[in-house]
């Protein structure tokens, strides 16, 4: 089989009133593909993002606010090519790491997810990092397997992966993402990356944000862990570092 290269990729996002960063994001998506790379925004702004984003070329999607899974769930699952990269809007995450995922997702892994705790983000705030720490811990817990950052927004996986499994969260939604996957034996890598300090203001609320991250980490957890859902598995798998 011949190998995945940018013509095989859309990167996908959801937006929410980030017209400070998002002609920053897609220019850098543009130069690093070569303006190769499908972009997707599922939006629900009320501000200039949906205009910026059309102008530069990406497909905008847009339907009313109803939370970061609501959105990144349609952006995923909307995409046709065969790789499919998800990133955040707020131009923290480097899109020139994006050949280093793709040669990853060549060489078989099925999800190259991107691990901002190891490297220690200094640009993110204390009570972020504190917070996502204990998220990656729990899930680690839970599935019996060492994970460093279940709620990274960076990721590429197989599109035919995000097709096969039923995502249930919302803003849990990218735990799940990874949690489930690692869980019914798919491969996963976990890659270090840089983490910029964010363009405009943060839209979650570290604390009743935190704690519903937290009680969908433990629900996922549960039910892949002891097979408590119709469609859980068992499984051994282990998470690779690169």
């Not at 089989?1 to 959801?14: I, K, Q, R, W």
């Not at 939006?43 to 339907?63: F, K, N």
């Not at 979650?204 to 980490?217: N, V, W, Y």
Request: a negative charge.
């Amino acid at each position: 089989m011949s190998e995945y290269t940018f013509a095989d990729v859309a990167v996908v996002m959801g937006t929410y009133n980030e017209e400070e960063a998002i002609g920053s994001v897609l220019a850098d998506i543009d130069r690093v593909t070569d303006g190769q790379a499908e972009v997707v925004c599922v939006d629900g702004s009320s501000d200039r993002t949906p205009e910026i984003a059309r102008g530069m070329g990406a497909r905008v999607i847009e339907q009313e606010p109803q939370g970061y899974g609501v959105a990144v769930r349609e952006a995923v699952l909307t995409p046709d090519r065969p790789v499919v990269v998800t990133t955040d809007c707020d131009d923290t995450y480097p899109m020139e790491r994006l050949p280093d995922f793709l040669e990853l997702v060549n060489e078989g892994y099925d999800v190259v997810s991107g691990d901002r705790i190891s490297p220690g983000p200094e640009t993110m705030p204390a009570l972020n990092r504190l917070g996502n720490r204990a998220f990656a811990a729990l899930a680690s817990l839970l599935l019996g397997r060492r994970l460093h950052d279940v709620t990274t927004g960076m990721r590429a996986y197989r599109r035919d992966l995000l097709h096969r499994i039923e995502w249930t969260e919302n803003t849990g939604l990218s735990a799940e993402l990874l949690m489930r996957p690692v869980a019914r034996n798919h491969r996963v890598t976990e890659v270090p990356i840089d983490y910029d300090e964010r363009a405009g203001e943060t839209k979650l609320d570290p604390f009743r944000g935190g704690a519903a991250i937290a009680k969908s980490i433990f629900r996922v957890g549960i039910e892949e862990r002891f097979g408590t859902s119709l469609d859980a598995v068992t499984t051994t798998d282990t998470v690779e570092r690169t």
